[in-house]
């Protein structure tokens, strides 16, 4: 069984950064498919990035150049950077995986596709 588990989450002001870390018990299949989720109370879960095998990277235009997603594969963790926050930015922050690779096309709209889920983190930001 797969276990996520993320850190790094705080309360910032505008314009500040953190740096998320999602540490999985081990990567399903070899790590096909990976990515970070938000939900803000009232709205719907989110696709923030994703990233799967062959490295190939999707953003949320909402945050596409301040966000970098990236990930140690010799520590079976995820990162999610964040930079330059603004307050539409708060909400829990989930990490997510799934054993198939084609799973991250779909990240946008497709939280329900995937088949692991950390316990999330919560990002405040401040104006």
């Known amino acids: 069984q797969v276990r996520l588990a993320e850190s790094g989450g705080g309360a910032v002001q505008a314009g500040g950064s953190l740096t998320l870390s999602c540490a999985a018990s081990e990567y399903p299949y070899n790590r096909p498919c990976m990515a970070w989720f938000r939900q803000a109370p009232g709205k719907e879960r989110e696709g923030v990035a994703a990233?799967?095998?062959?490295?190939?990277?999707s953003y949320a235009d909402s945050v596409k150049g301040r966000f970098t997603i990236s990930q140690d594969n010799a520590k079976n963790t995820l990162y999610l950077q964040m930079n330059s926050l603004k307050p539409e930015d708060t909400a829990m922050y989930y990490c997510?995986?799934?054993?198939?690779?084609?799973?991250?096309?779909?990240?946008?709209?497709?939280?329900?596709?995937?088949?692991?889920w950390g316990q999330g983190t919560q990002v405040t930001v401040s104006s």
């Open positions: 997510a995986a799934d054993g198939v690779k084609e799973t991250c096309s779909y990240y946008s709209g497709g939280w329900y596709l995937f088949g692991y």
């Open positions: 990233i799967d095998s062959d490295g190939s990277i």
